[in-house]
């Protein structure tokens, strides 16, 4: 049996990728680098990075921007490898110009989004913190997939203690307006939940909090569902939508993960539930590595440090000698735990990133990962 082929060949002609995995484990530097990679090899590429660190996003030239993609400066990439017809277009996720955009497609009219839009309610809604990134990652994703400047979106996703309610996303969409919730609460009248609360205690509370606050939250409330219910089968469709572009057949899921049994865990456990859900794994990435090379695996610490003596004193070297060995077994472990991911998640070519001096912040560390990732090949 061969084993699989180089992460980039598996993604070289996907039409959408999603960089998923735990937090903090080097999603935004990968997905960056991937966009990268397959501009160097003549795409036409967008990568939305979702609050990238700030010296990498302007590193990208992403200084000034948000959820517009800016082209990165092609004289910069050129001397990175990227020549036409690959471009690289970078961005960041704004979760809340997003959602104005998706209720700007989905209003029949100019009025209606603006009603939507000036509504309290909705202000809160779409700005609140929880989910919205997962909501928003995947709305934006749908807007560029059908942009024709682009051949392959590349998204990063956001840092989430649980990387799956990413993959419910699109679900959230639709259950954001669930039309039958939707009309229980208009519910023409009387019947209606708005007008219910009104009739009760609660309405002579909310009566009382107006008088004081001048807020009117139950006109707020029964503007908010009446202007945006009409938007529920939008949704809905969107939300299906959206659910097909993540399953579709140029649609690449790449799970990075680091070292650690945590993330390891967690990255075998979306695996699992990828294929549960009917999603495409691609391929793994496992970064910040412990790396030491095979000749080098036999050589303990004592002989190290022996061979230093002479050169740096007996403490310095004795030092050193220490960490090589502490090198020596973090390296042992992570070989072991990038084993058991080969056997898990039946990725036989994960793709091992080692840790790299320093952060990677800038063009030329960033071309360090494209080159692990897709190492340049020897002149035919
Ligand atoms: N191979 C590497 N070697 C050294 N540093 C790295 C490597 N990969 C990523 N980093 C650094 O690790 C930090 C985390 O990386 P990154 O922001 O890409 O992670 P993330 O998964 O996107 O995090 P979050 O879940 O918070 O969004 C960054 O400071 C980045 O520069
Ligand atoms: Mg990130």
Excluded at 150 to 158: I, K, S
Excluded at 159 to 182: C, K, M, Q, T, V
Excluded at 326 to 337: G, K, N, P, S, V
Excluded at 345 to 367: H, M, N, Q, S
Aim: charged letters at 25%; one cysteine or more; hydrophobic letters at 45%.
């Amino acid at each position: 049996m061969s084993a699989a082929p180089p992460l980039v060949d598996r993604i070289a002609d996907a039409h959408v990728v999603v960089c998923a995995g735990p937090g903090g484990v080097g999603k935004t530097t990968t997905a960056a680098a991937l966009g990268l990679a397959l501009a160097r090899r003549g795409r036409r590429v967008a990568v939305v990075t979702i609050d990238p660190a700030r010296r990498l996003a302007d590193a990208l030239g992403l200084g000034r921007l948000g959820n517009d993609p800016e082209r990165v400066d092609p004289a910069r990439l050129a001397g990175l490898g990227v020549a036409a017809p690959g471009e690289l277009w970078a961005s960041m996720l704004d979760p809340q110009a997003t959602f104005d955009a998706l209720i700007g497609e989905l209003s029949p009219d100019a009025r209606v989004r603006d009603e939507v839009l000036a509504n309290p309610i909705y202000r809160q809604i779409s700005g609140s913190a929880g989910g919205s990134h997962e909501f928003t990652a995947v709305a934006r994703l749908y807007d560029l997939a059908h942009d024709d400047r682009f051949d392959v979106v590349v998204l990063d996703t956001p840092p989430s203690r649980n990387a799956l309610d990413f993959l419910d996303a699109p679900e959230r969409i639709a259950g954001f307006l669930e039309g039958r919730a939707i009309q229980a609460i208009i519910g023409g009248g009387r019947r209606g939940v708005a007008s219910r609360i009104a009739r009760r205690g609660t309405g002579v509370v909310l009566r009382g909090l107006q008088r004081l606050t001048g807020v009117d939250l139950l006109r707020d409330l029964q503007t908010f569902f009446t202007t945006i219910g009409p938007l529920s089968d939008g949704f809905a469709a969107r939300a299906t939508a959206v659910g097909e572009l993540l399953r579709d057949g140029r649609t690449r899921f790449v799970v990075i993960t680091g070292p650690g049994p945590v993330p390891a865990a967690e990255a075998e456990f979306f695996r699992a539930h990828l294929a549960e859900v009917g999603m495409p794994f691609t391929g793994l990435v496992v970064n910040r590595v412990a790396v030491v090379a095979e000749r080098d695996r036999d050589l303990d610490g004592e002989s190290v440090a022996t061979t230093l003596r002479d050169a740096l004193g007996a403490p310095l070297a004795d030092a050193v000698g220490h960490t090589w060995d502490a090198h020596r077994r973090l390296a042992a472990r992570d070989r072991e735990t990038v084993a058991a991911l080969v056997r898990s998640t039946g990725d036989d070519a994960p793709t091992v990133v080692p840790t790299l001096d320093g952060e990677v912040f800038d063009l030329p560390a960033l071309v360090a990962v494209v080159d692990v990732l897709d190492p340049p090949r020897p002149a035919a």
